[in-house]
């Protein structure tokens, strides 16, 4: 079992470049693919990012390349999302999960292990 750990979200204007944390405290994911995924009020949670065990394999949603980046440390044990230029749209709870698998190829079903969230509201 891996707990995760999500930080980093609160309240930004258009325009804004928030950074989120994944961590997994007392545990070690450096195996596990993780992916970031943002729930909008009434939506369907959506995956974002994804980054392979080492860091040398990302995915991005087409809605967000070129502005979100995931970066892993290994040695922090932690899983970055750098986000720029949000907009109101994508306020939304963002969770990260972790796959049993340490590749980027994952369906959104093999993300096993959830955080509770953090909140990101992007005003207008």
């Known amino acids: 079992q891996v707990q995760l750990v999500e930080s980093g979200g609160g309240l930004v204007q258009t325009g804004g470049s928030p950074r989120l944390s994944c961590a997994a405290p007392?545990?070690?994911?450096?195996?596990?693919?993780v992916g970031w995924f943002p729930q909008a009020p009434g939506k369907e949670r959506e995956f974002v990012a994804g980054i392979s065990w080492n860091g040398g394999s990302t995915k991005y949603a087409d809605s967000v390349k070129g502005r979100f980046t995931i970066t892993r440390d290994n040695a922090k044990n932690t899983v970055y999302l750098q986000m720029n230029s949000l907009s109101p749209e994508e306020t939304a709870v963002y969770y990260c999960?972790?796959?049993?698998?340490?590749?980027?190829?994952?369906?959104?079903?093999?993300?096993?292990?959830w955080g509770q969230g953090t909140q990101v509201t992007v005003s207008s």
């Open positions: 007392g545990r070690t994911f450096f195996r596990n693919n």
């Open positions: 999960a972790a796959a049993l698998s340490g590749t980027n190829s994952v369906p959104m079903s093999g993300y096993m292990y």
